[in-house]
């Protein structure tokens, strides 16, 4: 059994059904993938910053700016509204996506987007590209992509999870469909559905951010999805090692 093996198994030993029982699972969890999803997009992030915010709902002796305290603050939202979308089962569809996109971006969108007519929990509204291709949805395609994508998720068996996951990911980033935030949302849709199919939610390192982008880079240059599917293999690896370690710690004493 290797390391990915290892996590996946340790992970579904743990039966979890309920946002209580999630949320113990993801103690510690929940203020990494924060942290490391937002640092991705905005280097002024800081861990610290993240722990205070996440378990206190403040932070002390701040000099920072206000849109990096409200994008810390809005995955502690985002985080919240995951846990009780698992509880009820809610499936990942458009009004989901929408709703995780706007809490991550409420109150971060710039004067110019909108002043422009850009709204967080809208699809763009226009010709917003990314990446050293420029790749992204035309606005007016961007609904009929999104659904045809999610349309591709209904009845996928848990043991293909990650495969699918890795090509949601990738085809959320090509299509681009906001104005602000597809990154972090698209790195939160891809465990919210991790999670719906019982595998162990993933953390794109911010150290590995590099590999990341050249993962989906082959994706969008050649439709090549083996690279992120074997990057996300080893990020789950790494998210998890510590916890297995103290489990098996545990058990062999």
Known sequence: MDNYEKAVAFWQQKNITTDAELAEALNGHSIAFAYHSGKIEND?????????????????SYTGDLRTLFEISNAKEANEFLLSSFNIKRPLD?????????????????TRRWQLGERPGEYKLHDYVTGRNEIGASPEDVREE????????????????LTAAAYFHAKFENIHPFANGNGRTG?????????????????IHEEDRK?????LEAWDEKQQLEPLVQYLKEQTSKTWARQIQRYENRKNT
């Open 211 to 215: 590999v990341y982008y050249a993962s």
């Open 44 to 60: 002024n992030i800081t861990f610290n910053d993240t722990r205070e915010i996440f378990e206190h709902d403040g932070v002390t």
């Open 146 to 161: 999104l659904n045809e994508l999610i349309s591709e998720l209904i009845d996928i068996p848990n043991e293909k999870a």
């Open 94 to 110: 458009e009004t989901l996506i929408k709703d995780f996109q706007r809490l991550l971006t409420q109150r971060t969108y710039d």
């Open 187 to 203: 790195r939160l849709c891809m465990n919210y559905f991790l999670l719906t199919h019982n595998h162990p939610p993933v953390i």
